[in-house]
């Protein structure tokens, strides 16, 4: 059964930094595209960053760029999604995800999902 899980969510301060992982059972991450995506509550789920299998290619939304990293270390066998300056607007449910084949932003181009863990910004 493929299984993902994210952990390292929690409450911060704006200004703050954290750093979500993402782990698979039944799954090997490193063969495959790992995207992170967050959802606030009453809007779309939405596309925060994502790393190619093959060469590690990163894309990142407009609204993250210079401030989240995702990392895949060699062998780790995990994704990390290192965020820092965060802000209120920050604030949502993270899930990561994972597809062999499609790399995107976009949540409907990928196969596996993790149950998301809580980030909250307090301003």
């Known amino acids: 059964q493929v299984q993902l899980v994210e952990s390292g969510g929690g409450s911060v301060q704006a200004g703050e930094s954290l750093r979500l992982s993402c782990a698979g059972s039944?799954?090997?991450?490193?063969?495959?595209?790992i995207g992170w995506f967050r959802q606030a509550p009453g809007k779309e789920r939405e596309g925060v960053a994502c790393?190619?299998?093959?060469?590690?290619?990163?894309y990142y939304g407009d609204s993250v760029k210079g401030r989240f990293t995702i990392v895949r270390p060699n062998a780790a066998r995990t994704v990390y999604l290192e965020m820092s300056r965060l802000t209120s607007e920050d604030t949502a449910v993270y899930y990561c995800?994972?597809?062999?084949?499609?790399?995107?932003?976009?949540?409907?181009?990928?196969?596996?999902w993790g149950q998301g863990t809580q980030v909250t910004v307090d301003s």
């Open positions: 039944g799954l090997n991450l490193d063969n495959n595209n």
């Open positions: 995800a994972a597809d062999p084949l499609r790399l995107s932003l976009q949540a409907r181009h990928y196969t596996f």
């Open positions: 790393i190619s299998s093959i060469n590690n290619t990163t």
